[in-house]
């Protein structure tokens, strides 16, 4: 069942979020060649605590930490290691938290340090998606556009979307419905109300999109070993249009420079 938002409980779901783009930026600041995720994570747990938030990761279906660090082939759910980045890496960080009651969830991916071209284009090209995919939510649209365009996007730049793992709901669980894959034919699925709010997540690979979970139990990776990238905003609908209660600044800044 779709779960719509009264005004009021938007404006609570801005707060969490607000605070999950808040540590995003804090944890941008701090990925640099030689830190490991397992630093990010206690810092990024501090942050939220200090906030008088809860870690909305952390315990869930027992994952054990507040950050999903995926590193290079890992798509995503990565577990922080104390293993330092390396030059050249790239890292997706994926956090959520609860406050008041409400779930704020968002993903970027960054670079450590210098990246070839093809990389730093993986990383612009599943923002744009996301950037596009965030204009395709307009009420009496359908689900089904929104993967519509990130898949159209990606794809025309010879990159690869992943299919087992897609974009949800959120409100007070961190996933609701409607489902919301990452490709598909435009005008299927649920219509799109104002008052929905809608986790929307790219996952991009170099290769092949095909993925595997590690023995862990949690970390997705490539099959084929390639690279991944992925980005998430939360996305209100509204009658004026989308809503971003994740947009940073920051971030949006970093990318540009990134491409």
Same mark, same amino acid.
């Given at each position: 069942?779709?779960?719509?938002?009264?005004?009021?409980?938007?404006?609570?779901?801005?707060a969490a979020n607000l605070l999950v783009a808040e540590v995003?930026?804090?944890?941008?600041?701090? =990925? @640099?060649? &030689?830190?490991?995720?397992?630093?990010?994570?206690?810092?990024?747990?501090?942050?939220? %605590? !200090?906030? +008088?938030? $809860?870690?909305?990761?952390?315990?869930?279906?027992?994952?054990?930490?507040?950050?999903?660090?995926?590193?290079?082939?890992? =798509? @995503?759910? &990565?577990i922080p290691t104390s293993t330092p980045l390396v030059e050249?890496?790239?890292?997706? %960080? !994926?956090? +959520?938290? $609860?406050?008041?009651?409400?779930?704020?969830?968002?993903?970027?991916?960054?670079?450590?340090?210098?990246?070839?071209?093809? =990389?730093?284009?993986?990383?612009?090209?599943?923002?744009?998606?996301?950037?596009?995919?965030?204009?395709?939510?307009?009420?009496?649209?359908?689900?089904?556009?929104?993967?519509?365009?990130?898949?159209?996007?990606?794809?025309?730049?010879?990159?690869?979307?992943?299919?087992?793992?897609?974009?949800?709901?959120?409100?007070?669980?961190?996933?609701?419905?409607?489902?919301?894959?990452?490709?598909?034919?435009?005008?299927?699925?649920?219509?799109l109300e104002s008052g929905m709010v809608l986790a929307i997540?790219?996952?991009?690979?170099?290769?092949?999109?095909?993925?595997?979970?590690?023995?862990?139990?949690?970390?997705?990776?490539?099959?084929?070993?390639?690279?991944?990238?992925?980005?998430?905003?939360?996305?209100?609908?509204?009658?004026?249009?989308?809503?971003?209660?994740?947009?940073?600044?920051?971030?949006?800044?970093?990318?540009?420079?990134?491409?």
């Amino acid at each position: 069942m779709i779960v719509r938002k009264s005004p009021a409980e938007v404006d609570r779901m801005r707060a969490a979020n607000l605070l999950v783009a808040e540590v995003l930026d804090m944890l941008r600041g701090m =990925v @640099v060649p &030689g830190i490991s995720t397992a630093e990010l994570d206690r810092a990024a747990e501090q942050q939220i %605590l !200090d906030a +008088g938030a $809860v870690p909305a990761f952390k315990g869930y279906s027992g994952y054990p930490a507040t950050l999903c660090a995926s590193v290079n082939e890992a =798509v @995503v759910h &990565g577990i922080p290691t104390s293993t330092p980045l390396v030059e050249g890496d790239i890292v997706s %960080l !994926d956090m +959520g938290v $609860v406050l008041d009651g409400f779930y704020g969830d968002s993903a970027i991916t960054l670079p450590v340090g210098d990246v070839p071209d093809r =990389v730093s284009e993986l990383l612009c090209v599943t923002k744009e998606a996301l950037d596009l995919a965030i204009e395709a939510v307009q009420v009496n649209g359908h689900v089904s556009d929104i993967g519509h365009v990130v898949q159209r996007h990606v794809e025309a730049h010879g990159l690869g979307v992943v299919r087992e793992f897609v974009g949800h709901g959120i409100g007070v669980a961190l996933h609701e419905d409607p489902q919301i894959p990452n490709y598909g034919d435009p005008g299927n699925g649920p219509q799109l109300e104002s008052g929905m709010v809608l986790a929307i997540e790219p996952m991009v690979t170099i290769g092949k999109p095909s993925v595997k979970v590690l023995d862990d139990g949690w970390t997705a990776v490539t099959r084929d070993g390639s690279l991944a990238a992925h980005f998430e905003h939360t996305v209100a609908v509204t009658d004026l249009g989308p809503e971003v209660l994740t947009r940073s600044s920051i971030v949006s800044d970093s990318l540009k420079a990134a491409g």
